[in-house]
């Protein structure tokens, strides 16, 4: 049954290209907003310009978009399925490696973007230290250790000490694509990710081919 669910998500990468397009194009839009123009290449790292809620709730949208992305480009690999039903009858092929390399890689960027308006290593941080903590607490707990203020303040150091290591951690590993996700995110680059993400996915659904 899993197989099953996967193979639709792997056959369905047409529809998602044609999402990934309508998802760069809020890019697009919400960075033209966010440096005031449509061709700077710096931005603004803080949320103090006009935006409205929705574009907001769009850019957020990214998120689950970006999984999908990756999981059916994935799929298609692993299980050796076509992009499309249209392309599997048209071309008698299976997987196009193109397509599915494609939606893994800007998948994943369509990820990262929205968290670059989030402190994602904080969070991170803060997740995994209280995580930690709690676990300890309850494993005294268990043990029938009583919860003093000498292991509290023990408990509270330990959750600084381990949210400072997490986000310093998470910040190296993550500052990287950060980047590389800011400077695709530029307005004009957005909007050409955006187009050849409609032309592919159109040939993909109704033509049956791969423009590569």
Do not use: H
């Not at 298609?76 to 196009?96: C, K, M, R």
């Not at 509290?152 to 330990?158: D, E, R």
């Amino acid at each position: 049954m899993a197989e099953t669910y996967f193979n639709i998500i792997a056959q369905s990468a047409g529809f998602l290209l044609i999402m990934l397009g309508f998802m760069w194009l809020v890019f697009a839009a919400y960075e033209a907003l966010r440096r005031k123009s449509w061709r700077k290449l710096t931005k603004v790292d803080d949320w103090d310009f006009d935006l409205t809620p929705f574009l907001r709730i769009l850019t957020f949208f990214g998120f689950v978009v970006g999984i999908v992305c990756i999981l059916s480009g994935a799929a298609g690999l692993i299980l050796n399925d076509p992009p499309s039903i249209a392309y599997s009858i048209e071309t008698s092929d299976s997987v196009n490696y193109f397509t599915s390399i494609f939606l893994i890689i800007l998948g994943l960027f369509t990820f990262l973007k929205p968290l670059n308006d989030l402190p994602i290593s904080s969070i991170i941080a803060f997740l995994a230290a209280t995580a930690v903590v709690v676990i300890l607490a309850w494993a005294l707990f268990y043990l029938g250790v009583e919860i003093s203020a000498t292991i509290a303040i023990v408990l509270i150091v330990v959750f600084l000490i381990l949210f400072g290591i997490v986000a310093i951690t998470v910040k190296l590993y993550t500052a990287g694509l950060m980047v590389i996700s800011k400077i695709i995110s530029w307005p004009p680059f957005a909007f050409a990710i955006a187009v050849f993400c409609f032309i592919q996915g159109f040939a993909l659904l109704v033509l049956g081919i791969s423009l590569v």
